[in-house]
């Protein structure tokens, strides 16, 4: 049974910083691209950021280039979000996704989701 568990999330001044993490369990992590996704409210979920398996690429939505960063640790079975200059704007529940690198579009794995508070 795959579990992806997010944390790291809380309420942060803007032009501050989080971390969020998540931990995969129940499948061979290092053969699974990663991928970051965020709902703000009344909103859509949204791409936020992602990462191959092996860690060689990465891609990010315009909106958070150059402030985010993802990167994975594959023998903790875990990829992270550093997200820096935080806005109000990026106030969301924060979701972490996982797809086989075999696999082409799509993530069918979720975690439960981070909340990411960014006060002005």
């Known amino acids: 049974q795959v579990q992806l568990v997010e944390s790291g999330g809380g309420s942060v001044q803007a032009g501050g910083s989080l971390r969020l993490s998540c931990a995969a369990s129940?499948?061979?992590?290092?053969?699974?691209?990663m991928g970051w996704f965020r709902q703000a409210p009344g909103k859509e979920r949204e791409f936020a950021a992602d990462i191959t398996w092996s860690g060689s690429s990465t891609s990010y939505a315009d909106s958070v280039k150059g402030r985010f960063t993802i990167s994975r640790d594959n023998a903790k079975n875990t990829v992270y979000l550093q997200m820096n200059n935080l806005r109000p704007g990026d106030t969301a529940v924060y979701y972490c996704?996982?797809?086989?690198?075999?696999?082409?579009?799509?993530?069918?794995?979720w975690g439960q989701g981070t909340q990411v508070t960014v006060s002005s």
């Open positions: 996704a996982a797809r086989h690198r075999t696999v082409g579009t799509g993530y069918p794995y």
């Open positions: 129940g499948l061979t992590f290092r053969t699974y691209n």
